[in-house]
T-cell receptor
Framework: NAGVTQTPKFQVLKTGQSMTLQCAQD?????MYWYRQDPGMGLRLIYY???????DKGEVPNGYNVSRLNKREFSLRLESAAPSQTSVYFC????????????FGEGSWLTVV | QQQVKQSPQSLIVQKGGISIINCAYE??????FPWYQQFPGKGPALLIA?????SEKKEGRFTISFNKSAKQFSLHIMDSQPGDSATYFC????????????FGKGTMLLVSP
């Protein structure tokens, strides 16, 4: 009953370091997403993958890259972390098409010092 | 440009009272309006959703009211319970083709015992 699994759950980075957040879903969903959540800002879409083999920028893509490794996995990479990237990151997935429920992982808390 | 505006930012309601959270949207192409509930330390989860062909949808103590002409929709929580204390997000997406959800900034609800 895993759903959407993301790792790590907590990470502290130094400015300029790189890291990759991993995400996997076991619901056979075509679409996957990365959001960030900041106090008072709600959920903002970073990147999404409508289907395997495609990725598109969301509202706040700067400073991030993504890879849709296969249908199950969608990773988010910070090449050179900045304090402004301190946030809670959520991976999510859904069936293709508007109106389908988006299922979220439990979040990854990232602090950049 | 914020396409979905949510209010209030925070709300305190006594146990047994009615909690009301409001959202307004700008894009008339939106035709799917879900509400997500998020408990501390967890990812958001779908609570209830509505399409604009109906003015109201009720699921247990949770009701969405939809006003297409005013481009507004609201979540009503009847007989609010301490266990309803969470952050609530409204969202919207377009119906045709592939569309990602646009979220409001969230409302922190505290139901006092």
């Amino acid at each position: 009953n895993a759903g959407v699994t993301q790792t790590p759950k907590f990470q502290v980075l130094k400015t300029g370091q790189s890291m990759t957040l991993q995400c996997a879903q076991d619901m056979n969903h075509n679409s996957m997403y990365w959001y960030r959540q900041d106090p008072g800002m709600g959920l903002r879409l970073i990147y999404y993958s409508a289907s395997e083999g495609t990725t598109d920028k969301g509202e706040v893509p700067n400073g991030y890259n993504v890879s849709r490794l296969n249908k199950r996995e969608f990773s988010l990479r910070l090449e050179s972390a900045a304090p402004s990237q301190t946030s809670v990151y959520f991976c999510a997935s859904s069936a293709t098409g508007s109106g389908n429920t988006i299922y979220f992982g439990e979040g990854s808390w990232l602090t950049v010092v | 440009q914020q396409q979905v505006k949510q209010s209030p930012q925070s709300l305190i309601v006594q146990k047994g009272g009615i909690s009301i959270i409001n959202c307004a949207y700008e894009n008339t192409a939106f035709d799917y309006f879900p509400w997500y509930q998020q408990f501390p330390g967890k990812g958001p989860a779908l609570l209830i959703a509505i399409r604009p062909d109906v003015s109201e949808k009720k699921e247990g103590r949770f009701t969405i009211s939809f006003n297409k002409s005013a481009k507004q929709f609201s979540l009503h929580i009847m007989d609010s319970q301490p266990g309803d204390s969470a952050t609530y997000f409204c969202a919207a997406s377009k119906g045709s083709g592939y569309s990602t959800l646009t979220f409001g900034k969230g409302t922190m609800l505290l139901v006092s015992p």
